[in-house]
Structure formats: structure tokens, C-alpha cells
């Protein structure tokens, strides 16, 4: 329960560090923010500084900023007073709506620091169980080999060990194996191709030689400055992934079912996440955040990007897009999001086991 309601917590605070950017944005241009509200629904708790009312809302996952002249009066098409949102130039608006995004991206990028500042464990190519019947038993590995290297280059985590064996089904690679007590030696051994899919569901075939992690690790921990360039580079890569995902989705090569998650899911992943520890719990919030920032970009008139995108025609135009169409468009596009998320969460209270685990819960 305590674990279910951190997850929560931290889904939540996302969505809030979300909307604060658009808040600090809009303060910062001389836009009036009449509310900002940490939660949907009903207002349980309220307080007003300045022009500001701040107010905890009854349901807690995520929150909204309310500024003043969003919408043009009936008859005019931009608000007059110099503190309202649409009489600030196209780019200021387009700045206050970008934050959000932002932030979320910043926060994804800060915490993928932490965790390479505080350390994570890696594991060893050290060998824990060998497999009968393939090649690493065939070619004599035994329990508590440290494969050191193979064909020439020097490995010491079990992901760059696999990552070469993956590569190369049935090429022979020449082993460099040292044994407990001292002993050294070489030993050539060709991977057993296996048909495997990629991150995607794609198929692919890798080569495996059977055998197993033994659970000696180590922490990683590259230092405050290299982690800079790690956390950069482990952010492009998280970035690219989804974005082909995403891809694959809209060509109909990756099925949508098997690959997204709601707010459900999440949850259920963040206790996952939690009890793995910190490291884990931190590159969760990381991915999240950062997938939080590409969909609000996405051009759809409810989220940020749809805003941005009728800023844009309103450049091109020397207009604004007509409110008539931006509302209509707005809620046609709720109507959407709000079926496509209501198909997620039955596809995560199956897939999860939800039903079983509440009667589970009942019976006790």
C-alpha cells in the first residue's frame, strides 16, 4: 500500500513539475496566473498569494496553471491588458507553453546524473551456471570463470560480454578465460544462433553459448563530470528508442498493446522500481519524465504541442486560428485521448492481474 502510494506520489509530482514550468514561464513574461492547482476536481485546500490562488485539488494525479485572457473576448481576437497571456507576442506564448515539456526534460536529464553520480551496480563477466548441452560446456567453462576477453578485446561487465556474443551467432570467438585459483587460458567457442526479437518485437537472431550471470557486481560510478557525458548520451538513446517505437506504432509493425502503458502500469512499475532501489527507482522517474516531454509535443490541439502548433499557423496566417476551431478541435481531441487512455488502463488491469490481486487483497 505504502509503495502503491509513493508511485502515485511520484506520477503526480511529474505532472506538477509539468505545469510549474509553464507557471515560472508565464510569472517571468508578466502573465497573471489566476491558479495554479496541484490536482483535478474539487478544491480541498486553498491559499492566495497576489494574483495567484494555489490550491490541492481532490484527485492528485498531476494539476493545471489557469492565467489570465487565455481566451480572446466573444468579437476580438486578442485580449487587451498588458498581464493577460494573449497579449504577449507570439513568442512568449510559445516560450510558456514549451516549459512544460521542458522541465519534464530537464528533470529526466537530472535524474539520469543522479544515478550515475550516486552509482549503480553492474554485473561481472563472471559465469554463475553453465547450460548442458551448449557451446560454453562443450568448449569446458565451468562456475566462477571470469571471461576476461574475446577475440582480442577486453570485456568486464556481463553486458559487454553478451553484447558481442549476441552479435555473432555461429561465428567462432576466441575466449579469454581466467579461472578461480589463478589459471589462465583461451578457448574458441561459436554461439548457438537463436531466433530473439529486439526492443521492438522485431525479429532477429543472436547468438547465445549458454550460460548464466553469477551475481558478482560491481558499482559504476563515473564521477560528476563524466556523468555529464553519460547521462547525455544514455538520454539520446532513450529518446531514439521511443521515437522508432513510436514509429513502428503508427506503421502498425509494433503492436500497441503489448507496448504502452497508463497511469495504471506505471504505478505497478514504480513499485517495481522501488524495491530495486534507488538507481532503479531514479532511471524510472528519468524514462518517464522524458516520455511525459515527447507526448505533450505531440500536435494535438489538448496538449502542448497542438498549442504550438496553432502559434505557428498563427505566424504563418499574421492571425489567430479562430477560437471556434481550437475549441472544437480541443474537444475532439479529449475525446480521443480520453478513449485511448480508458483502452490502456483495461489493457493494464489485464495485463497486471489487477482484478486477481484486488480479490486477492479481499480474502485476507
Known amino acids: 500500500m505504502v509503495a502503491s502510494l509513493v508511485s502515485l506520489l511520484v506520477l503526480g509530482l511529474l505532472v506538477i513539475v509539468h505545469e510549474a514550468g509553464h507557471f515560472i514561464v508565464a510569472r517571468w513574461a508578466g502573465v497573471r496566473v489566476l491558479r495554479f492547482s496541484m490536482g483535478f476536481g474539487p478544491r480541498l485546500l486553498t491559499w492566495r498569494r497576489g494574483h495567484t490562488e494555489y490550491a490541492v485539488s481532490a484527485i492528485p494525479l498531476g494539476g493545471y496553471v489557469k492565467m489570465a485572457g487565455e481566451q480572446a473576448p466573444a468579437g476580438t481576437a486578442q485580449a487587451g491588458d498588458p498581464w493577460e497571456y494573449l497579449s504577449k507576442p507570439i513568442s512568449t506564448r510559445a516560450g510558456i507553453v514549451f516549459a512544460g515539456p521542458f522541465v519534464n526534460y530537464l528533470v529526466g536529464l537530472l535524474s539520469f546524473w543522479v544515478v550515475f553520480v550516486i552509482g549503480y551496480p553492474e554485473l561481472l563477466s563472471v559465469v554463475g551456471k553453465v547450460v548442458e548441452e551448449m557451446p560454453a560446456q562443450a568448449a569446458g567453462l565451468q562456475p566462477g570463470d571470469r571471461i576476461a576477453a574475446i577475440d582480442g578485446q577486453p570485456v568486464e561487465t556481463w553486458e559487454e560480454m553478451t553484447e558481442i556474443i549476441y552479435d555473432s551467432p555461429e ?14 587460458f583461451g578457448v574458441t567457442i561459436a554461439p548457438k544462433a537463436k531466433a530473439s526479437a529486439d526492443h521492438f518485437g522485431r525479429p532477429k537472431t543472436i547468438g547465445q553459448i549458454g550460460i548464466s550471470a553469477s551475481g558478482a557486481s560491481r558499482l559504476y560510478r563515473p564521477g560528476p563530470v563524466k556523468a555529464v557525458g553519460e547521462t547525455i548520451k544514455l538520454q539520446n538513446e532513450v ?59 505531440f500536435p494535438l ?29 480541443a474537444q475532439v481531441s479529449f475525446v480521443a485521448l480520453l478513449a485511448l487512455v480508458l483502452v490502456i488502463c483495461i489493457n493494464d488491469v489485464n495485463r497486471f492481474g489487477l482484478v486477481e490481486k484486488v480479490g486477492q487483497w479481499m480474502r485476507r
Open 301 to 329: 490541439p489538448i496538449l502542448d504541442g497542438g498549442h504550438l502548433l496553432f502559434l505557428a499557423l498563427e505566424k504563418l496566417r499574421g492571425k489567430p486560428v479562430s477560437v471556434t476551431i481550437q475549441e472544437r478541435s
Open 171 to 184: 561465428r567462432p570467438l576466441r575466449f579469454q578465460i581466467e579461472r578461480e585459483g589463478g589459471e589462465a
Open 239 to 297: 529518446i531514439g528508442q521511443t521515437m522508432v517505437a513510436l514509429w513502428l506504432m503508427v506503421t502498425g509493425r509494433l503492436s500497441m498493446r503489448e507496448s504502452v502503458t497508463g497511469p495504471i502500469g506505471i504505478v505497478f512499475m514504480v513499485q517495481d522500481a522501488l524495491h530495486l532501489g534507488l538507481s532503479s527507482a531514479l532511471t524510472f522517474v528519468a524514462i518517464i519524465s522524458l516520455s511525459l516531454a515527447i507526448f505533450n509535443l
